[in-house]
Nanobody
Framework: QVQLVESGGGLVQPGGSLRLSCAAS????????IAWFRQVPGKEREGVSC????????YYADSVLGRFTISRDNVKNTVSLQMNNLKPEDTAVYYC????????????????????WGQGTQVTVSS
């Protein structure tokens, strides 16, 4: 059974850091592109970053470029999102997702492309 589980969310002050983790069961993450999305109430799910199993990418949304870093741990079968210099506008529920292809494609930021999602983890940036 394919499952994605996010962890690592929480409350952090502006300028702080968090590290989110996405763990998989039922498949090997190293073989597929994995993306992170975020969503706030009343808005569409926004693509944050995508990492390929190939040499393509990684990709980042302009709003997080230079602050967030996506990475893999193939031994633990996880994909992480290191978030630094967090801002209040980063507050959202963060999800990991995959569509079981090797590489992030040019439309990686579209949530319609993904067919497997985790349950999400809340990130709140507030003083």
């Amino acid at each position: 059974q394919v499952q994605l589980v996010e962890s690592g969310g929480g409350l952090v002050q502006p300028g702080g850091s968090l590290r989110l983790s996405c763990a998989a069961s039922g498949f090997t993450m190293a073989h597929f592109a994995i993306a992170w999305f975020r969503q706030v109430p009343g808005k569409e799910r926004e693509g944050v970053s995508c990492i390929s199993s190939s040499e393509v990418g990684p990709y980042y949304a302009d709003s997080v470029l230079g602050r967030f870093t996506i990475s893999r741990d193939n031994v633990k079968n996880t994909v992480s999102l290191q978030m630094n210099n967090l801002k209040p506008e980063d507050t959202a529920v963060y999800y990991c997702a995959t569509d079981f292809v090797r590489s992030c494609w040019s439309g990686w930021y579209s949530s319609n492309s993904y067919n497997s999602w985790g349950q999400g983890t809340q990130v709140t940036v507030s003083s």
